[in-house]
């Protein structure tokens, strides 16, 4: 639990550096990286949101160029490597940490409200609804799907999965 509070401490004290007051919608760091990507609205436009990158030491700050629209409720997740970033946005989109090879990995027909990537890397859990003009209150399930895109499955109802870690159970 130290550890934890230590590195969500960490995240909060290097994205601080950077945005000032600025909104930030969600962070994701691992180990592997050596680096933090969150979404903010920096420029203190309240609708127009853009993930950053930076290093935990607060350096090295910089826009990641995902070239989509970035708004409120997106939320990156690198992978365990820090090879790649997920953003959440409705619609799951997978680049490298530089932005360049963006690409959709959830099927657009699927409404995504959160997921959690793999330990080992190579899926992603996440809750979903068929039914896109769902509002909160709707049935929602947990899908798995390969990173590459291939392979969705529902593989229950419920929400925010978490995998055990040895990458083989939610």
């Known amino acids: 639990l130290k550890a934890v509070l230590a590195r969500a401490a960490l995240i909060s004290a290097a994205i ?19 680096q933090i990507v969150f979404v903010t609205n920096r420029a203190h436009n309240l609708w ?4 950053y990158s ?4 607060g350096k090295r700050h910089r826009r ?3 070239g989509v629209p ?22 799951v989109r997978i680049a490298g940490v530089s ?3 963006l690409r959709v990995v959830v099927p657009e027909e699927i409404y995504v409200a959160n997921g959690s990537i793999s330990p ?3 899926r992603l859990a996440f809750t979903g609804t068929a039914d896109r003009t769902c509002d909160y209150d709707c049935e929602y399930s947990v899908y798995m799907i390969d990173l590459d895109g291939r392979r969705l499955r529902r593989v229950g109802s419920g929400r925010d999965p978490s995998w055990a870690p040895d990458s083989r159970a939610l």
């Open 16 to 34: 601080a550096c950077v945005v000032g007051s600025a909104s930030i919608q969600g962070a994701s760091a691992t180990p592997a990286s050596g």
């Open 48 to 51: 127009r949101y853009a993930v």
């Open 54 to 57: 930076i290093a935990p030491d």
């Open 64 to 66: 990641v160029g995902l």
């Open 70 to 91: 970035t708004t409120t409720g997106s939320d990156p997740l690198l992978t365990p490597d820090g090879r790649k970033i997920l953003l959440s946005q409705n619609v």
């Open 99 to 101: 932005g360049r090879g």
């Open 120 to 122: 080992n890397g190579r």
